[in-house]
């Protein structure tokens, strides 16, 4: 599976933005699509994760209420529907496949890394 993130920008504190994942190849029901971010100087923090079959969804407690994730049951591509946008939230967001089920907070077992989108968040 490779993935394709996109949909990054420049906004305003309080706006809204909505970042897609693009998968190629099949999806197998045991994956997750999880979400990931990495601002400057500090280390790659989870997002969020959408579970294929069942689609659960799990996020960080800096995110919860505030961003939403989902997928296109017609396709393979993830959305995560960020709103209420703070400075804080400005990092590159990247979106990547667990092939197993783990713990779907751990990068380390996720894969197929996707090259991430710049968001922006001004004061």
């Known amino acids: 599976v490779q993935l394709q993130a996109c949909g990054g920008g420049l906004v305003q504190a309080g706006d809204s933005l909505r970042l897609s994942c693009a998968a190629s190849?099949?999806?197998?029901?045991?994956?997750?699509i999880g979400w990931f971010r990495q601002a400057p100087g500090k280390e790659r923090e989870f997002v969020g994760a959408?579970?294929?079959?069942?689609?659960?969804?799990y996020y960080a407690d800096s995110v919860k209420g505030r961003f939403t994730i989902s997928r296109d049951n017609a396709g393979n591509t993830v959305y995560l529907q960020m709103n209420s946008l703070k400075p804080e939230d400005t990092a590159i967001y990247y979106c990547?496949?667990?092939?197993?089920?783990?713990?779907?907070?751990?990068?380390?077992?996720?894969?197929?890394w996707g090259q991430g989108t710049q968001v922006t968040v001004s004061s």
């Open positions: 990547a496949v667990q092939y197993y089920v783990g713990i779907v907070s751990n990068a380390a077992t996720y894969g197929s």
């Open positions: 959408i579970r294929w079959s069942g689609s659960n969804t």
């Open positions: 190849g099949r999806i197998f029901s045991s994956y997750t």
